[in-house]
């Protein structure tokens, strides 16, 4: 089983800030790594796939980068309304796996 | 825009059977790109995949509750299903149903989980 470790687990930040959330898998999963975002009493909601292509949909301040084991997502600017909890997914190999999530709290 | 909604009961005794249903609208379940899931999160906690099913009947499951989990689709209904049998409650959770993007000609191989459905919370007690 692929294990994704996030960091940090929660962050407190102030908007317009610029805050970056790691996802690091135990063994290489090349770009088969998705981010979503879930705000609380709602259901998650994809950002990004495939490490680094965003969503139809999704704000210009969301972005990903990275592959094999080491990856990144970036807010720019950040906004009151992104105070939420994100998560990585790997579906590189099966069983699918989650990070165990960032939480964001703004200030 | 293909839209998921969960159903069930709210409340199973320990020991008995967690049933499910997921209803699919806006698009056909058979449409043969997708896989339909099953993802859980207790309370307060992190996002667990229970497995998911091909339109075919072909299905996926996460080792650590292969034993006890059975889902199924009824392409008539557009609709799938989750049984969790013999549960605890460690099994108490918010059940999201999703649909997974299918990864070429690989069987079992997905993408990217979108849409979800709402969720609902199951909680196992006496």
């Known amino acids: 089983e692929i294990v994704l470790t996030q960091s940090p687990d929660f962050q407190s930040v102030t908007p317009k800030e610029k805050v970056t959330i790691t996802c690091r898998a135990s063994?290489?999963?090349?770009?088969?790594l998705h981010w979503y975002q879930q705000k609380p009493d709602q259901s998650p909601k994809l950002l990004i796939k495939y490490a680094s292509q965003s969503f139809s949909g999704v704000p210009s301040r969301f972005s990903g980068s990275g592959s094999g084991t080491d990856f990144t997502l970036t807010i720019n600017s950040l906004e009151a309304e992104d105070a939420a909890t994100y998560y990585c997914h790997q579906s590189s190999s099966l069983p699918i796996t989650f990070g165990q999530g960032t939480r964001l709290e703004i200030k | 825009q293909v839209q998921l909604q969960e159903s069930g009961p709210g409340l199973v005794k320990p020991s008995q059977t967690l049933s499910l249903t997921c209803t699919v609208s806006?698009?056909?379940?058979?449409?043969?790109?997708?896989?339909w899931s099953w993802i859980r999160q207790p309370p307060g906690k992190g996002l667990e995949w229970i497995g998911y099913?091909?339109?075919?009947?072909?299905?996926y499951y996460n080792p650590s509750l292969k034993s006890r989990v059975t889902i199924s689709v009824d392409t008539s209904k557009n609709q799938f299903s989750l049984k969790l049998s013999s549960v605890t409650a460690a099994d108490t959770a918010v059940y999201y149903c999703?649909?997974?993007?299918?990864?070429?000609?690989?069987?079992?191989?997905?993408?990217?989980?979108?849409?979800w459905g709402q969720g609902t919370l199951v909680t196992v007690s006496s």
């Open positions: 999703a649909r997974a993007l299918q990864r070429g000609a690989v069987a079992g191989k997905s993408n990217w989980f979108d849409p």
């Open positions: 099913i091909y339109y075919s009947g072909s299905t």
């Open positions: 806006g698009g056909s379940i058979s449409s043969g790109d997708y896989y």
């Open positions: 063994q290489s999963i090349g770009s088969s």
